[in-house]
């Protein structure tokens, strides 16, 4: 596509899959840690992907290559180390840092150190004993998860892993010139968590600077000329400190190092009120997410005129093809004010969170595929965009050409626009959005049909998802099972776990979800308006990688999508057996989602769906249905400004798909969290008749927000941390539940585990469900 005969703007892409196409990093990391492998097989396959990257970006057409962007675990993790917070537990080092103490940062160890015992260091705290893991959290509002670093008051910093400079030397050495990538200080110590009670670790900056300039320079003496450092952190609520710090990290590196130049990167989302910070800031460059907020394109003019401006131009978070013609009747006015000198385009932010090559799919809907760009086709794209912005559109005919027609077939495909489910959408009246009745009367004719004694008990839906489940679905996957002896097998599991949950005597049973490979693809298999793919993988965490579905048409649901299994589960059993579903926001929330409608619109679509399996459960005499909304929180925008707007049409899916139900059917939903202050006016607008919620970890204090909200809805609090192999005691579960009395009404609480029991051992889960329901009856006994 590049022609060195044509000239082209500069080309980024602020970082790309580390992972491999082949998921190559992922084996080299468990071969590894299960001491198949050693050390110096593992670095080797760390190269190679370098290498790999590296020379693929060359070949498409990247002007601005970056290196860094690499990581055996995570970016941010890598980041700690650098900059030597390495928590006494994992063991002080002098000298550079041992994988192995690495790793155990990472993902715990058990006294010995995972991996080849061969590598293990001497003289690490960490060995002989078992340390955790750090906690890990969402990046953002992506689904990559990193390494929280945790710094202490008297935190000292010092440079401890070069890692940044050698990766820039490996390129170097190969005939790469690199842009090395550095997670920034102020974003870095933002994400940061301490111990110290009260202490902010944004005020170690000071500390932490020198650091970064040892970094910088060194970088420099190795003939770096350019280094991005990454400052997310300014697309959210800042506070004056955070924007002070801002203002000092940047001053005090541009005097240490005036002879690098920064590229700062800002991405997922807009500059907002931290504009003015940004573009005051001592920098060479900036760069700007134009996907997600694409007004700052009218913004530049107010940016300094020696700064070069970074156009983040193609979603970085998505796997759409770009329109072409469209950006470049966008870009074409700017690059001629601005100059071609001044203007670099990449994607909104790094590649991550992108899956590799769509070239690896060959099963995917050949009309869909042609929608579509991963990692590799977006730098196509960015090269095509590069080129015709410094030599015409005229130099990319072909390109344009070929994207025009994808655009112009996507908005008309019938694969996508469905007229019926765009005029039930158009449909949607406030009846539908509505239970008939107030949930007192819908209890009180509930309380009769079902007659549950005080304390109810029942389970999140799912029980263990065994070796031998899963072994029976891959034969069934790959055609060694047939259907017949595969829904012979599920029925079987569930029959047993249906007899079993009867044995101990649980008020309220599931059918054990064993039929389902995963909670959204599973719905979203069976619904029209999703593909699956077969290679894209995009990390989650660590050496976890996860294939979110795409949403990219019209949804709606072909027959009914769980019936047949609730029928048969029901008919074992004269218990109320509860349904299970996933809700429209978690769907929604785990999947890529078409771009070319609003997010609420495609989430009421998935409602709309859900409701006619609700309804259809219901008529097939389902009494309780259960509606996970796990994903629901973490949808909420990064900005405060925007909840509300989220909350109000995620509430408004939720009460679509549970609304078209009698008084008399119970409508359950299951969120996987423990924060509910801020968000609890949803919840309560959600008007579930149960919900259940993860509490076992917080000892019940975060059911102030439901009593203080004066909650009138039933709850049940988890009361068995399913996060853990422990089996909690009788009492431990009756001493939560008193807790949890003093918050709450008895005549509201329900006694269930904290979430699903698809990730336990059922010698696990044996006796904790036999306790729980021990610590309910005791509760009922003692009145
Ligand atoms: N019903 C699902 C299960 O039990 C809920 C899982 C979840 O909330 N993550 O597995
Ligand atoms: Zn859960």
Redesign the pocket.
């Known amino acids: 596509m590049s022609s060195t005969s044509i000239s082209s703007l500069a080309v980024a892409t602020l970082g790309t899959p580390r992972i491999g196409p082949r998921r190559e990093l992922k084996l080299a990391l468990e071969s590894f840690w299960s001491g198949a492998s050693d050390e110096k097989a593992l670095i080797e396959a760390g190269i190679g992907l370098r290498t790999a990257n590296w020379a693929r970006q060359k070949k498409l057409g990247v002007s601005v290559i970056p290196s860094n962007d690499f990581s055996f675990y995570d970016q941010v993790l890598d980041t700690s180390v650098m900059v030597g917070a390495i928590p006494a537990i994992y063991g002080r080092t002098s000298g550079p840092m041992p994988l192995a103490t690495y790793f155990a940062m990472a993902r715990g160890s058990q006294g010995d150190v995972q991996g080849n015992p061969h590598d293990a260091p001497r003289g690490h705290a960490h060995l002989g004993q078992s340390v955790p893991a750090q906690e890990m959290t969402k990046w953002f509002d992506t689904n990559y998860h990193y390494m929280v670093p945790e710094l202490a008051k008297d935190q000292q910093f010092r440079l401890v892993s070069r890692k940044p400079i050698e990766e820039y030397e490996e390129a170097k050495a190969l005939g790469y010139q690199t842009r090395p990538v550095l997670v920034g200080p102020v974003t870095f110590l933002k994400l940061a968590k301490s111990k110290d009670a009260g202490f902010e670790p944004l005020s170690l900056l000071d500390r932490l600077l020198p650091v970064y300039v040892e970094v910088l320079r060194e970088l420099a003496s190795s003939g770096a000329e350019w280094v991005q450092i990454d400052e997310p952190c300014l697309v959210l609520d800042l506070d004056e400190a955070a924007q002070n710090a801002l203002r000092r990290a940047y001053a005090e590196i541009a005097k240490a190092v005036p002879q690098i130049k920064i590229m700062l990167a800002s991405y997922f989302g807009s500059l907002g009120e931290n504009q003015d910070t940004a573009f005051a800031l001592r920098v060479a460059g900036l760069h700007l997410d134009l996907v997600r907020a694409p007004e700052q394109l009218d913004d530049l003019a107010r940016l300094p005129a020696d700064r070069v401006v970074s156009l983040g131009v193609l979603d970085g978070r998505n796997v759409w093809r770009a329109d072409l013609s469209r950006i470049l009747d966008r870009l074409e006015p700017v690059v001629a004010k601005l100059g071609k000198d001044r203007v670099q385009i990449g994607p909104s932010c790094s590649l991550l969170h992108v899956p590799i090559d769509l070239a690896l799919e060959s099963k995917l809907d050949a009309e869909v595929k042609s929608w579509l760009a991963f990692s590799v086709q977006k730098i196509e794209e960015l090269a095509a965009l590069g080129t015709a912005l410094a030599s015409g559109r005229k130099s990319i005919t072909k390109a344009l050409k070929a994207s025009d027609a994808a655009a112009a077939a996507r908005k008309t495909s019938p694969r996508i626009h469905d007229a019926e489910v765009a005029s039930r959408i158009a449909a949607i009246d406030e009846a539908m959005r509505r239970r008939a009745s107030r949930f007192e009367e819908r209890a009180e004719v509930q309380h009769a049909r079902f007659n549950l004694p005080a304390f109810p008990t029942t389970?999140?839906?799912?029980f263990p998802q065994t070796h031998e489940i899963r072994k029976a679905r891959a034969a069934h996957g790959k055609g060694d099972l047939s259907d017949t002896a595969y829904k012979t097998f599920l029925q079987n599991q569930t029959a047993r776990t249906v007899r079993w949950q009867e044995s101990i005597g649980l008020d309220v049973l599931v059918h054990g979800?064993f039929e389902r490979n995963d909670?959204v693809q599973y719905f979203g298999e069976q619904l029209l308006g999703f593909v699956f793919t077969e290679n894209a993988w995009v990390q989650s965490y660590g050496s976890r990688y996860v294939r979110p579905p795409v949403l990219f048409g019209d949804v709606s649901r072909p027959k009914p999508m769980t019936v047949e299994w609730w029928q048969y589960a029901q008919s074992l059993t004269t218990k109320p057996m509860k349904a299970?579903l996933t809700g429209p926001v978690t769907i929604l929330n785990w999947s890529f989602v078409r771009d070319d409608i609003p997010r609420s619109q495609a989430c009421r679509q998935i409602a709309l769906a859900i409701r006619d399996e609700v309804i259809d459960l219901e008529g097939a005499g389902a009494g309780m249905i259960?509606i996970?909304e796990?994903a629901l929180r973490e949808g909420l925008p990064l900005r405060r400004s925007e909840w509300t707007t989220y909350l109000d049409w995620a509430v408004e899916c939720f009460r679509i798909c549970s609304s078209g139900v009698r008084d008399e059917t119970q409508i359950h939903t299951?969120m996987?969290y423990s924060e509910f202050n801020d968000i609890i006016d949803a919840i309560g607008t959600m008007d579930a008749d149960v919900i259940s919620i993860e509490t076992s970890r917080s000892k019940m204090e975060l059911l102030d927000a439901f009593r203080n909200y004066r909650y009138p809805n039933e709850i049940g609090p988890g009361v068995y941390d399913i996060h853990s192999p422990r089996v909690p005691e009788v009492t431990e579960m009756t001493e939560l539940l008193k807790l949890a009395r003093q918050r709450l009404s008895d005549d509201q609480l329900w006694v269930n585990p904290d979430?699903?029991?698809?990730t336990r051992k059922w010698d696990e889960v044996r006796p904790a469900l036999v306790n729980m329901v021990a610590a309910a009856r005791e509760l009922r006994a003692a009145g």
């Not at 389970?459 to 799912?462: A, E, F, K, V």
């Not at 979430?755 to 698809?758: A, I, P, R």
């Open positions: 389970t999140i839906g799912s979800e909670m299970m259960q996970d796990a299951h996987c979430c699903g029991l698809k």
